[in-house]
């Protein structure tokens, strides 16, 4: 995960992605779109959301891994909000990338509270 942070090569990390084994690589994803979320900007969210694009066409990673993993994020989303700029607009890029159905994205805003929770379906649905 920190290789593929600090050098941004969306192939460094399906390669990672694909050493794990299936049922952990939602912890992958929800590692990196925690560290893009939280601390990393708009830019890293852009990379993160290239690299979970190029693992769900690739089907390196299902899609309920993928929704798995940003269902652990989006939970907190309220609490993290104050604290950081941006967070709804960030999860949304990423979330693009995933190319999940409108019943898992659906899911996924309806675990958002508050104002986070408009955000996200205003910029996803």
């Given at each position: 995960?920190?290789s593929?942070?600090?050098s941004?090569d969306?192939?460094?990390g399906?390669?990672?992605?694909?050493?794990?084994?299936?049922?952990?690589?939602?912890r992958?994803?929800?590692?990196?779109v925690?560290?893009?979320?939280?601390?990393?900007?708009?830019?890293?969210?852009?990379l993160?959301g290239?690299?979970?694009?190029?693992?769900?066409s690739n089907?390196?990673?299902?899609?309920?891994?993928?929704?798995?993993?940003?269902?652990?994020?989006?939970e907190?989303?309220?609490?993290?909000?104050?604290?950081?700029?941006?967070?709804a607009?960030?999860?949304a890029i990423?979330?693009?990338?995933?190319?999940?159905n409108?019943a898992?994205?659906?899911?996924?805003v309806?675990?958002?509270?508050?104002?986070?929770?408009?955000?996200?379906?205003?910029?996803?649905?």
């Amino acid at each position: 995960i920190s290789s593929f942070l600090s050098s941004g090569d969306v192939g460094a990390g399906e390669r990672a992605l694909r050493d794990l084994p299936a049922e952990h690589r939602w912890r992958f994803i929800h590692k990196i779109v925690l560290a893009a979320a939280l601390r990393d900007g708009l830019i890293m969210a852009r990379l993160v959301g290239r690299l979970i694009a190029s693992v769900a066409s690739n089907e390196i990673c299902s899609s309920e891994s993928l929704a798995l993993g940003f269902s652990k994020v989006v939970e907190v989303l309220d609490v993290v909000a104050p604290h950081t700029t941006d967070v709804a607009s960030r999860i949304a890029i990423m979330l693009k990338g995933a190319h999940l159905n409108n019943a898992q994205l659906v899911g996924l805003v309806e675990q958002a509270v508050g104002y986070e929770r408009e955000m996200l379906l205003g910029l996803l649905l």
